[in-house]
């Protein structure tokens, strides 16, 4: 109910305040009354409102506290692992190598990524036709990708792209390579190897600077040999350009001593 006192331009209007009628005496209550308790309702609220923002914030800072104490320690787990397993994994076992150029085409093409053995041949000797990873003997600073042919002791000849090698006991053999799709025709040489040396070639023939151009390889040079191709996917897997000489044809040849037994 609202009530305006006629003629009394300085009279208030006045109202039924339920809060208010029943603190004094059920009386009608004025307007500054009325806007006095309607301002103290809202400044109840705001206070209740930045007490609740308070406890928000607070609580949102101690999940955060949380999540950053937690990131901070998988940071710390990851970082361990790297040293302890990773960067000894990467400085003694296995090394990345990305191909640069055409030298070992068809087996491998330029920007193939390969992982490469590092401590297999600790316990192992380099094996005719495998693929290595080496420090050219003219400049340590690069590394060249080529395939074993020959092995120490051993007599590699050349003759107008067919490869046959003398092994020390006197066995002949014309090595089968059906990874070469590019014939050196223009090439004839000989190479006696000595213990520590190899002789390596690229599958790229007459694109290949190699064995027959800067002489053998000494071991010591060998970083590895490859064992798995990453990149591309579509060609990605273990061992890649393994070569396969069960079917090489052989010689054996009379040493000496054994033709003159063959004599008596």
Not at 1 to 25: E, K, M, Q
């Amino acid at each position: 109910t609202v009530r305006r006192a006629d003629g009394d331009r300085s009279a208030t209007t006045a109202i039924r305040h339920p809060y208010l009628a029943a603190s004094s005496g059920k009386r009608f209550a004025t307007a500054a009354e009325v806007t006095a308790s309607a301002r103290r309702v809202p400044a109840a609220g705001f206070h209740l409102h930045q007490k609740l923002a308070r406890q928000t914030h607070k609580s949102t800072m101690r999940r955060m506290e949380q999540k950053s104490g937690g990131l901070l320690k998988d940071l710390f787990t990851l970082t361990l692992l790297i040293v302890i397993i990773v960067l000894p994994l990467r400085a003694f076992i296995v090394s990345p190598f990305v191909v640069d150029g055409e030298s070992m085409h068809p087996t491998f093409e330029n920007l193939d990524y390969l992982i490469v053995d590092e401590i297999s041949y600790r316990f192992k000797t380099p094996a005719r036709g495998d693929v290595i990873v080496f420090r050219y003997p003219k400049n340590p600073s690069v590394f060249y990708i080529k395939r074993v042919i020959g092995l120490p002791g051993e007599k590699v000849s050349i003759r107008k792209g067919e490869v046959t090698i003398t092994e020390p006991a006197g066995t002949t053999v014309t090595l089968p390579e059906p990874y070469v799709t590019a014939e050196d025709a223009t090439y004839n040489g000989n190479s006696t190897l000595a213990d520590g040396e190899y002789f390596v070639m690229g599958d790229n023939r007459p694109n290949s600077s190699d064995s027959r151009v800067w002489g053998p390889l000494p071991a010591n040079d060998i970083i590895g040999h490859v064992f798995l191709r990453l990149l591309p996917v579509s060609r990605a897997g273990f061992t890649p350009g393994g070569a396969d000489y069960s079917h090489a044809s052989t010689t054996t040849a009379l040493l000496p001593h054994a033709l003159s037994l063959a004599r008596n």
